[in-house]
């Protein structure tokens, strides 16, 4: 990708340089896009705010038109006139937070109807249950729908601005402004989580209480990485199991945290049925969990959370830059012996333990060589700290930094 700047031409893989210039981070997923806007009439692209979803758009497709239906005119304008406004976007256009003018839903499929050209609509949202059930009612089969997360570690990695220290990163997380405009943790989460209650709680839920919400969030940061526990966790937060569950659907929509399913495949004992409880990003965990410091990451006691928690976002970004669902859950018996991610795969079953020490050791391949026993062929790694990558007990061990080695 390349980005031009006071006529000057600079690489993707450049440094960023405080009040010099932006960097347009080239993102992975830009190949699948680029494929699906040939073969469908309009392409959904869903995640969580400020994740470069509309950075990516408008510097890959110079010859569509943009609009943000955030922008009070635009979505007067979107909301009296929607045949009329759709009718002036242009031959070719993008619609930024549509799901504030649910409208204008019907009326596109009139015009995908009528029209034989793909790639004419572009959709972003930061709302995936409102575009998802809009998508549904009237565009279902017109549009291909795409995931984009904040900034991978190999995308990171590719412009040159990766840290080769876990904590930094832990602490920093992904999300391209804190890197395009080099604001530091503690003054870009707050602003975030303030915008975010302001925009997207409001527009889903009417919730009276935002500091009850806040201190939710909290609570969930403090679960990061751990079983949910629905009737502990409403206990705590001072608020009926059904508000914790209509508030995790929120978090859940709008891209703050996401489940992992426990395994329900065919394992003849008993295992456990709640799923546990992750966040996108690291660095808003720490934010929550009122981390100021990276080097308050050395001796904080959810550590190993935290880089669980990298880890398995790290696996999603991978599959959906790739425009594939996220196909990973954990399996965990009722003695406590627990593999932290299971992959399904046509030719047996993937096991990936993950562990934040640096020293091999074979406690991290104990529940692997306990667990295998019940399935017919396994294929087995650890994620960890260490440098080296070996064999041990037929299970690989792989450096967090080559994570995405193991994803397909």
């Known amino acids: 990708m390349l980005v031009i700047e006071k006529g000057v031409i600079l690489h993707s893989q450049c440094k960023i340089t405080p009040n010099q210039f932006n960097c347009m981070i080239s993102r992975n997923i830009e190949r699948v896009l680029f494929a699906l806007l040939q073969k469908y009439p309009a392409i959904n692209i869903t995640g969580p705010r400020q994740s470069g979803k509309t950075t990516l758009v408008k510097n890959l497709t110079n010859d569509y ?64 249950f409102l575009m998802n059930q809009h998508i549904s009612q009237s565009l279902a089969g017109r549009v291909a729908s795409l995931k984009l997360l904040p900034l991978s570690y190999s995308e990171l990695k590719s412009a040159n601005l990766n840290s080769q220290n876990i904590d930094t990163i ?29 925009r997207d709680v409001r527009l889903l839920r009417n919730i009276e209480n935002l500091t009850a919400f806040v201190r939710f969030i909290k609570l969930c940061a403090g ?80 550590r190993g959370n935290l880089f669980e928690n990298f880890v398995f976002s790290e696996l999603i970004k991978v599959r959906f830059n790739a425009g594939l669902p996220a196909n990973y859950n954990f399996l965990r018996d009722s003695k406590g012996v627990e593999i932290d991610c299971v992959q399904e795969l046509p030719e047996g079953i993937r096991f990936i333990e993950i562990k934040s020490s640096a020293t091999l050791s074979a406690d991290h391949i104990k529940n692997i060589r306990s667990l295998k026993k019940i ?31 193991i994803v397909f």
Not at 175 to 191: A, G, Q, S, T
Not at 375 to 400: A, C, L, Q
Request: with cysteine; glycine share 6%; aromatic share 16%.
């Open 65 to 128: 038109n943009y609009f943000s239906l955030e922008n009070p005119d635009t979505r007067l304008f979107a909301e009296s006139d929607p045949r009329g406004f759709l009718s002036s976007a242009g031959k070719k256009f993008i619609l930024d937070e549509v799901q504030y003018v649910p409208e204008l839903f019907s009326y596109l499929q009139e015009i995908l109807d009528n029209s034989s050209e793909n790639g004419k609509v572009i959709l972003l949202g930061s709302q995936s």
């Open 170 to 198: 832990l602490f920093k997380g992904g999300y391209p402004r804190l890197y395009n405009e080099d604001i530091e943790p503690v003054h870009f989460f707050p602003h975030y989580i303030e915008t975010y209650l302001q």
């Open 223 to 302: 679960r990061v990485g751990s079983i949910l526990d629905l009737s502990s966790l409403a206990s705590d937060a001072g608020i009926s199991v059904n508000t914790a569950k209509s508030w995790l659907s929120l978090l859940e929509a709008s891209y703050i945290l996401y489940f992992v399913q426990p395994y329900s495949g065919n394992v003849n004992r008993r295992m456990i049925k709640s799923p546990k409880l992750y966040f996108y990003d690291t660095g808003l965990v720490c934010s929550l969990l009122n981390i100021e410091q990276e080097k308050q990451l050395e001796t904080f006691y959810l």
């Open 375 to 405: 399935f017919s062929k396994t294929e087995d790694y650890t994620v960890y700290s260490g440098r080296e990558e070996p064999i041990f007990h037929d299970v690989k061990f792989v450096n967090w930094q080559n994570i995405e080695q």
